[in-house]
């Protein structure tokens, strides 16, 4: 069974950072694409970034220098680190597991709230 559980959500100030974390069971850690996904109030799920078995790795334009997306093998956990952030980064953040980066993802963790204030 593939588990995803997610921490590291919260509020923070404009040009605040966090890190959020995902502890990935063993099997599907080492086996599937990790991805980090985001909900916003436009209630559309967008990916944010990805991390692949060979460690290739993935951000979209719209975090790309700001946000940073690695994994920690020991702890089978992957990480989302974001800093600069903007009010517009509000959203619910979700892990993610999928056999191949560019598929639909099928396989979430419960999310964890990010909240940005001006």
């Known amino acids: 069974q593939v588990q995803l559980v997610e921490s590291g959500g919260g509020s923070v100030q404009t040009g605040g950072s966090l890190r959020l974390s995902c502890v990935v069971d063993?099997?599907?850690?080492?086996?599937?694409?990790l991805g980090w996904f985001r909900q916003g109030p436009e209630n559309r799920r967008r990916r944010v970034a990805t991390?692949?078995?060979?460690?290739?790795?993935l951000h979209e334009s719209y975090v790309k220098g700001r946000f940073t997306i690695s994994k920690e093998n020991a702890k089978t956990t992957i990480y989302l680190q974001m800093n600069s952030l903007k009010p517009e980064d509000t959203a619910m953040y979700y892990c993610?597991?999928?056999?191949?980066?560019?598929?639909?993802?099928?396989?979430w963790g419960q999310g964890t709230q990010v909240t940005v204030s001006s």
């Open positions: 063993e099997v599907t850690y080492n086996s599937v694409c």
């Open positions: 991390i692949d078995t060979d460690g290739s790795l």
């Open positions: 993610a597991a999928q056999t191949y980066c560019y598929t639909v993802y099928n396989h």
